[in-house]
């Protein structure tokens, strides 16, 4: 069957959603007897024994209908498996689209033209393996003989976030399971005050940096790297055996030996999703060895899978990006906000706005032609129950209506706790995570307008027994596949990023100096 | 003069902003010598020798007029020194509204019904002040005689995110000012691997904890006190010499022997507005000194005393407020982001993301009467440059335009820096910065649509020599009253939040089994 790629708005069962619109009220499809019903019917099961729950989102046995019809019609899964077969889904940078191949072979990837990508990413993930087996066996030390014993990503963007977010997510896991190999520290902004801190933190001669830039052209990595160097200088150590580089073959730190040794991506993985690869790699398997890497990349791979099902009661991803469509396009809320109800995944929402917001934030389609509809929303959220003192007041009583995708587990990674008032810690936690779905979709009446709550306020959660490695890399592939079938429908290059091109190009001119009008008394002023 | 509260869209000037939508094409009026020169003259002195520049908004001299005219109208000035002697500007919850009174007498308060409580808050801040010298000078230590060396504030929202913000942007400066007396950290939330997770990484035998709740009753906070005093006795300490509280006169944690000592708030200072009072002060003057504190109220007392300014073009928070709700209600832009060029400020968004939503995300008037506008928008941010590797891409090419307000600083704090290029990473930081405004006001056109930049993006920057105590103060107090000043226009209780009461009641439910419906099975699933 050839794949079409048309805009969302050409779509027949578009049109028919766009029909749909306020169909649903919350506070009445979630009351009684059928309301718990529908909590019970409205959950998809997700890999690694996850589930994903749509009971409080606006949506009926009629809208669902038209979305798998809409999800047929847009050949969401067919265009999943061109992009698992190397075809150049990248357009405008003409490029092939192969993170989840760092994961394992989805559907029939290898009848497609991607085995020397795959042999690339597989013989990575075993070297940077038995490269974390040597620092922690000790086979690989600083020059003086002495163990790291702290690994130091430089790196920013999808060289940061992501693999930050993984790291912390695991941490406490790590600590508790016996598995915390190294501490993970990373550098990425410019301000030269970042890195003067991480430095001032660490004890150098026991720490090993990776410095992480696909292009090795990055200013703010590069620029750190030199500063970093000569922090190493100062601690009486060798710069060139405290470093090693995750680049493309192809860069000025491919094959260098100022590097201890270097981990290799290429092109076709997207800084933002570049977590499965060498850049979230390297790091992961130093932290917590190469077998929790492996652990990941399977709930990764297994999430994949699970995206190739073309019924939407089977692909909780496709699902998920059908229901965002319709709360973009037809409800036409602007933003939405991801809370999840740990704190390991404290920096999980900030990985999810640039995977989003960098990925779905288009102005043309594909083709660079005109879009007569909206694309990707702002994203932003803080882990609950932080967010609940702080932001949530809006989420409940603000004049916008901003749908929530909740996230929480059964179990704390610790497994210390206190019970006070009749109940531990994590129950409070999750009791909270329940009740504020009802909260948020149900609302409550009063005679007090002020304390009146509207209801209708969209959510979704997705659960699990415990965040572990399988667990998490389910959670994080589930995001990046509804961010692709999102693109998608919305018929993006989900994986180029041309807005940030002018901002680069204006801070050259102002460090050089050939500037003039309102740009030039920017620079005077701020400089 | 009789103060009127109305609403937003019973003003005349408003109307006539209204009939000003789309009236400043942002890529003509920076273009060329007139463009230069407005990012000249569009420029509003701060306290603290700070500025606030709004050439990349879209307001013109007819603009600036009906706003001076709203401002008037609105009774802005007069609103907030009502606010300041003592009035009960919190309508719902009956309470005055004394948070700018935590740092001085700003314009005649005394002369109104505060004197009382000036007392109480003049009182705290010198307490704190000695009590920090006696844990630094090693007069007050553990009862084994051990000096304190590390704090670590235990308290949600309010008690967490502004303390906790004004920490990070701090520490490297005192740092490097040789003035930091104590590291502290912060536990949060009521999940419990958030304090294992703390608790794990100190030591435990030399930290002094701050309880933090103005109501004494805080879930999240009350089961954390209790877990940490089970860390501390297994190290085998005596918690109620490690532990002190912040909280009312009139709380369950008042006068305590449970407790060192105890330093005082009451119920006029919000929790989002209370980084000023004790619930900031006791940490601030422990990790830094009480001069140090000092420093940072007398910041935003300057602030404060700007704000009483009737001229727009010398009150900047009252101008950004007015931009602000401009921007919303006019140019109904649903959300907006507030972009630090400064690693210490990466929590500050955060605080800001409480201070603003929380205030302002309302659906009814400070009477409980309806409002046909929309009131505080979602806000979100990170520090850049780490931003524009991440959700730049669709703040400038979404379909949406996201109002931005950045903020900068020429000199680092740890002054510590590199050469790279020709030019240092703080140089490099700033010229982003500089860059970065250009480049989303008046965007770039090209052959291709997708390098193509429509621009019309709107950017305020305040700028300053250096993030210090007073400038801090000075960014924090500029923030505070801004969200003030947008309450009164949109005419709602900034100062209440009852849109965090029912999530609250249902989660006692939930924990209590008195659950049917669509919540129990949500609980079952979740807990």
């Known amino acids: 069957m050839e794949v079409k790629w048309n805009n969302l708005d050409t779509l027949e069962n578009y049109k ?19 309301g718990a019903e529908r909590v019970k019917k409205y959950s998809v099961p997700m890999a690694s024994g996850m589930k994903y729950n749509y009971a409080a989102k606006q949506v009926n046995e009629q809208i669902l209908t038209v979305m798998q019809k809409l999800a047929d019609e847009a050949q969401l899964t067919e265009k999943y498996d061109l992009l698992l077969k190397g075809e150049v889904i990248n357009t405008g940078e003409k490029r092939k689209v192969l993170h989840q191949l760092t994961r394992g072979v989805t559907g029939n990837a290898l009848e497609g033209n991607v085995k020397q990508e795959y042999e690339l990413y597989s013989s990575q993930i075993k070297a940077m393996a038995d490269f ?57 902004n410019v301000d030269p005050d970042d890195a003067s801190f991480v430095m001032s933190e660490i004890d150098v001669a026991h720490s090993l940096f990776i410095l992480v ?6 200013q ?128 999980f929402p900030a990985h999810l706005q640039q995977a989003d917001m960098e990925s779905n934030g288009k102005h043309v389609n594909r083709f660079g032609g005109k879009i007569d509809y909206v694309t990707g929303p702002v994203l932003f959220g803080e882990p609950g129950t932080n967010g609940q003192h702080s932001f949530y007041q809006l989420l ?3 004049t916008n209506i901003v749908p929530l995708q909740f996230v929480g587990f059964k179990d704390s990674q610790c497994g210390k706790d206190i019970v006070v008032d009749g109940s531990t810690s994590q129950k409070k936690l999750c009791a909270n995570l329940a009740a504020q779905i009802v909260a948020f979709a149900c609302g409550k009446t009063d005679a007090d307008p002020n304390k009146c709550f509207t209801g209708g306020r969209p959510c979704s959660v997705i659960s699990a027994q415990k965040l572990t490695p399988e667990t998490l890399g389910t959670l994080l592939a589930h995001f990046e596949n509804k961010i692709m079938f999102q693109g998608f429908l919305w018929n993006v290059n989900s994986f180029d990023q041309e807005g940030v091109q002018l901002g680069k190009v204006l801070t050259k001119k102002v460090l050089s100096g050939e500037i003039d009008g309102a740009l030039k008394e920017y620079a005077a002023m701020l400089l």
């Open 396 to 398: 409940h009583q603000g």
């Open 132 to 188: 974390a087996e040597k620092v922690h066996s000790g086979k690989i030390t600083s020059e003086s003989g002495e163990k790291f014993t702290t690994v130091v990503q430089i790196g920013i963007g999808g060289s940061d976030l992501g693999p930050r977010a993984m790291y912390l997510a695991l941490e406490n896991w790590a600590r508790t399971e016996g598995k915390l190999k190294m501490k993970a520290r990373f550098i990425s």
């Open 220 to 347: 703010e990595t590069l620029a750190n790297e030199l500063f970093v160097k000569n922090f190493i200088k100062e601690a009486g150590c060798n710069p060139n055996k405290h470093m090693i580089a995750v680049t493309s073959q192809t860069s000025p730190l491919a094959n260098n030996p100022d590097y201890l040794t270097s981990f290799y991506i290429d092109d076709y993985i997207g800084g933002r999703y570049s977590s499965s690869s060498a850049v979230g790699g390297a790091v992961l398997s130093l932290a917590f060895g190469g077998e929790v890497f492996a652990l990941f990349l399977k709930g990764m791979h297994e999430a994949d899978v699970t995206a190739l099902e073309k019924d939407i009661f089977k692909n909780p991803s496709m699902l998920d990006a059908l229901i965002g469509v319709y709360e973009r396009n037809v409800q036409e809320y602007p933003s939405t906000a991801v809370l999840p109800y740990s704190q390991a995944l404290s920096r």
């Open 213 to 218: 830039s696909k292009s090795g052209t990055t």
């Open 16 to 34: 028919k959603l766009l029909s749909l619109k306020d169909n649903v009220k919350l506070p009445e499809v979630l009351s009684g007897v059928s």
